[in-house]
């Protein structure tokens, strides 16, 4: 099976209206922004987007906003964009608020097989809202579903030609688990190499969950690197 792209919009060029995406990152790390263009080129829209949170204005899930793609955010976290609000507020965007780590487990479990788990997370809050508790070790917890996705697009540091992935430093947040939730899982790498290139003790995500690789033309580094003082 030959894996590789020639860039985003060939990788990504079956995604649909309606869809539910996936996308990694972190505020503005480990965003895939070679799909995110591509996606905004292409113009599909009324889809779903779990992500950890909606990027700002202009970076990031901020660009599909702007292009009112977006019908429905799956995140934690929604800060800092001024678009979003605006959707929200007017009705616009459909929004659902998930605690942090229930967020990572759910899409971990749904790359796992698991379809559900119960957490704490959220319990006695409006997260709770007409979810089954049950109690364990004398603690409430509640029932929570594992999510998936049509894609799901990755952003990581180095990759080869059988989507073995290595992610750099803090860019590896959501970005492993969603590889393994999306039903076609679509990574841009930074480096592209040739199967057998990487250290096999370094990969952090296996081919196995890759159908779909190409190296990204240019990454805007939002982050700096700071030394210690
Ligand atoms: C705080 C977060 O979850 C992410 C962000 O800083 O955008």
Known sequence: MNKVFDDATTALQDVQD????????FGL????????????????????????????????????????????????YVGENAEFERQLLSGELEVELIPQGSLAERCRAGGAGIP?????????????????????????????YALTADFALVKAWKGDTDGNLIFKGTARNFNPPMAMAGKITVAEVE????????????????????????????YE?????RTTR
Request: net charge positive.
């Open 18 to 25: 309606g869809m539910t995406l996936m996308l990694g990152g």
């Open 29 to 76: 790390c480990g965003i895939p922004e070679n799909g995110i263009a591509a996606l905004v080129a292409k113009g599909v829209r009324n889809l779903t987007c779990i992500s950890n949170n909606a990027g700002v204005d202009d970076f990031g899930i901020g660009l599909m906003l702007q292009q009112r793609q977006v019908r429905k955010m799956i995140s934690s």
């Open 116 to 144: 559900a788990f119960f957490t704490p997370a959220g319990y006695g809050t409006e997260v709770q809202d007409r979810k089954e508790v049950r109690w364990f070790n004398g603690k409430a917890h509640i029932l929570e």
């Open 191 to 218: 480096e592209l190499v040739p199967a057998g290139a990487l250290d096999p003790n370094q990969i952090h995500t296996a081919g196995i969950f890759v159908q779909r690789i190409f190296q990204g033309e240019a």
């Open 221 to 225: 580094k939002r982050i700096e690197k």
